[in-house]
T-cell receptor
Framework: DAKTTQPPSMDCAEGRAANLPCNHS???????VYWYRQIHSQGPQYIIH???NNETNEMASLIITEDRKSSTLILPHATLRDTAVYYC???????????FGAGTRLTVKP | GAGVSQTPSNKVTEKGKYVELRCDPI?????LYWYRQSLGQGPEFLIY????????DSGLPNDRFFAVRPEGSVSTLKIQRTERGDSAVYLC????????????FGPGTRLTVL
């Protein structure tokens, strides 16, 4: 699976959009981009995933660049409860393990 | 409960002892995964089960670590002759079937080896 690069930490004001970047320049054509988050003392929680089209669900939006070398997770209206470590993972369809990096620690401030 | 459960939530043991960590996946989920998470790092894959068999145990660090899932539901991670370096949070996840779907994680077991 391709390697991902994320900033170690980010801050965001409550109520504003949080935009979390991820670089995956070595991604292959059959690899999906997954996002999970981990709130303190809990297990990781699935957020969203995509292949090449932008995706949106009730939690977030995922924007993938046309060349697929990077993506951005958008939390449209961040709340204090969104404070967590956010992991970007690139995964081949059918692979059963996920390779987590260190993630981005997002702190939402009042 | 509807989610993945893990017991115990915390385990403190002494170096050299044997420990067992239990995972109850979501009912009906055929695939089960174990991960280990050290402080300040992301989860690290250990082993994956499809049904009763270990389909991929490439992440187990050495032969002191072993996992079973005899009836295709509950799984137990077993660690022999524990070392201080085994201290970590051990996470379990399950999916309805192997492959692409999202993994549902339990809250983890925090293991401390003194």
């Amino acid at each position: 699976d391709a390697k991902t690069t994320q900033p170690p930490s980010m801050d965001c004001a409550e109520g504003r959009a949080a935009n979390l970047p991820c670089n995956h320049s070595t991604i292959s054509g059959n690899e999906y981009v997954y996002w999970y988050r981990q709130i303190h003392s809990q297990g990781p929680q699935y957020i969203i995933h995509g292949l090449k089209n932008n995706e949106t669900n009730e939690m977030a939006s995922l924007i993938i660049t046309e060349d697929r070398k990077s993506s951005t997770l958008i939390l449209p209206h961040a709340t204090l409860r969104d404070t967590a470590v956010y992991y970007c993972i690139v995964r081949v369809a059918g692979n059963n393990d996920m390779r987590f990096g260190a993630g981005t620690r997002l702190t939402v401030k009042p | 409960g509807a989610g993945v459960s893990q017991t115990p939530s915390n385990k403190v043991t002494e170096k050299g002892k044997y420990v067992e960590l239990r995972c109850d996946p979501i009912s009906g989920h055929t695939a089960l995964y174990w991960y280990r998470q050290s402080l300040g790092q992301g989860p690290e894959f250990l082993i994956y089960f499809q049904g009763t068999g270990a389909a991929d145990d490439s992440g187990l660090p050495n032969d002191r670590f072993f996992a079973v899932r005899p009836e295709g539901s509950v799984s137990t991670l077993k660690i022999q002759r524990t070392e201080r370096g085994d201290s970590a949070v051990y996470l379990c996840a399950s999916t309805p079937r192997a492959g692409l779907g999202e993994q549902f994680f339990g809250p983890g077991t925090r293991l401390t080896v003194l």
